[in-house]
Structures are given as structure tokens and as C-alpha cells.
């Protein structure tokens, strides 16, 4: 079976390889990992990806390639999430998107807030959103903050500079239908 892999190796393209183990995985793999995969240097592996990315994009491709940190991880532009959400093989719940809505607002929350929020069973959503890697949980002078990963931001397209700019729009939006209220009770 090795022989087998390995004349295969041969006659295949380390760019097909570098596709293949991010589709296959499903999830950020290390970009020394894909250099190991298709026999070839991290630098090297780095150049395919931007290729690869480059294709993609030409023909428009529901697919993307992203870099966070020292991986990548090919998956569907966050456009393209509604369509195919009830398929997904990681299916999210409608507590899973309660949870993920509130750490998009508020960036990172106590874990018992999100409790309060959402009631005892949030324990058993976070434990597998954080399995998943959706989120991160980090301890803070005994208080337990919840916060959401760079790869749950990519994949539902939460850029900070996007998300910043929508949550001061939102706020803009609230005051000045506050003040419509009060002016409207005068």
C-alpha cells in the first residue's frame, strides 16, 4: 500500500495534493502539514495556495482558500452559507446560532452570561462549538470569557473592521430612533 501511495505521489501535482488535503480535511490545516502531505517546503506550499486562491476567484467559485495564522482552510464563501446550512455535516442548532450571534455582538461574553442567556444546555452547545473550533474559552481572573475564533469570523464573514463598522451603524441607527420616540412623546 505504500509502494502504492508513493508512485501515485510521483505522477501526481503537489498543487492537486495541497487541494486535495483541504478539501478532504474540512477544516484548518498547518501549513507545514500540507508541506509534509505533498513532499515540498511551507514556502513552496504558501505559493500554491495563492494560486490556488487566484483560480478560485477567476471563475468566481462558491470555494475559498484562506490563511489564518500559520493555516489554511477551504471553504464556502460566507455568501453562499443559506443554501447549503441544512446540509452542513456539523449542523448548527438554533442555540448554536443564538450563541454565535451574541459573541458576533459582543465580541466576548462570560460564559455565565451566555448561561443566563440561553439556559444550562448552552454548556453542552458550547462544548461542541468549541470542539469545532467556533469558539475559545479563556479564564480571566476566575471569570471564564467566551469568545469566537478567527475561523468562525472567516467563515461567517465577521471581519473586525466590517463587524466594527456594522455595530456603530446599528448604535447610530438605535439613537436616532430613540430620539424620534422622545421628540414624538413631546
Do not use: C, W
Request: proline share 3%.
Amino acid at each position: 500500500m505504500v509502494k502504492y501511495l508513493s508512485s501515485q505521489l510521483s505522477s501526481l501535482s503537489k498543487k492537486s495534493i495541497v487541494e486535495a488535503v483541504l478539501y478532504a480535511a474540512g477544516k484548518p490545516v498547518k501549513v507545514t502539514t500540507l508541506a509534509k502531505k505533498a513532499k515540498t517546503t511551507p514556502k513552496r506550499v504558501i505559493k500554491i495556495i495563492e494560486e490556488l486562491i487566484r483560480e478560485y476567484d477567476e471563475r468566481e467559485s462558491a470555494i475559498e482558500i484562506v490563511f489564518i495564522d500559520d493555516m489554511a482552510v477551504m471553504q464556502l464563501k460566507s455568501e453562499y452559507t443559506p443554501y447549503v446550512i441544512d446540509l452542513s455535516p456539523f449542523p448548527l442548532t438554533k442555540t448554536d446560532l443564538k450563541i454565535l450571534s451574541l459573541l458576533a455582538l459582543k465580541q466576548s461574553i462570560p460564559q455565565a452570561e451566555i448561561v443566563k442567556k440561553v439556559g444550562k444546555h448552552a454548556y453542552t452547545h458550547l462544548k461542541r462549538l468549541e470542539k469545532e473550533g467556533y469558539i475559545a474559552r479563556e479564564n480571566k481572573e476566575g471569570v471564564i470569557y467566551i469568545s469566537l475564533t478567527k475561523l468562525s469570523k472567516e467563515y461567517f464573514g465577521l471581519s473586525s473592521k466590517y463587524l466594527k463598522e456594522g455595530i456603530e451603524e446599528r448604535r447610530k441607527q438605535k439613537i436616532g430612533e430613540d430620539l424620534k420616540k422622545y421628540l414624538s412623546k413631546k
